[in-house]
């Protein structure tokens, strides 16, 4: 069964939500510095990523096209 794409979207967003609430837990322990530069750079990457899934799902999302009535 293929999911449809607001499924997929939604389920991606919630992923990258979750994952960000745990890098931002993770960053807040700095007293491991090799552990802290990791998720610093984990968390530049999530950044980055979701900022193109917002903008590639708010480019894609268009409004349901209006059926003409017929005469």
């Not at 794409?5 to 991606?12: A, C, E, G, P, Q």
């Not at 802290?36 to 900022?51: E, M, N, P, Q, T």
């Amino acid at each position: 069964m293929q999911q449809n794409k607001m499924t997929i979207t939604y389920n991606l967003e919630q992923t990258i939500s979750k994952l960000k609430e745990s890098v931002n837990l993770l960053e807040k322990n700095e007293q491991y510095n090799d552990a802290y530069a990791l998720v610093c750079g984990i968390k530049s990457i999530v950044d980055d990523f979701h900022k193109d899934v917002i903008l590639h799902v708010s480019n894609n999302s268009k409004p349901p096209k209006r059926k003409r009535k017929s005469p």
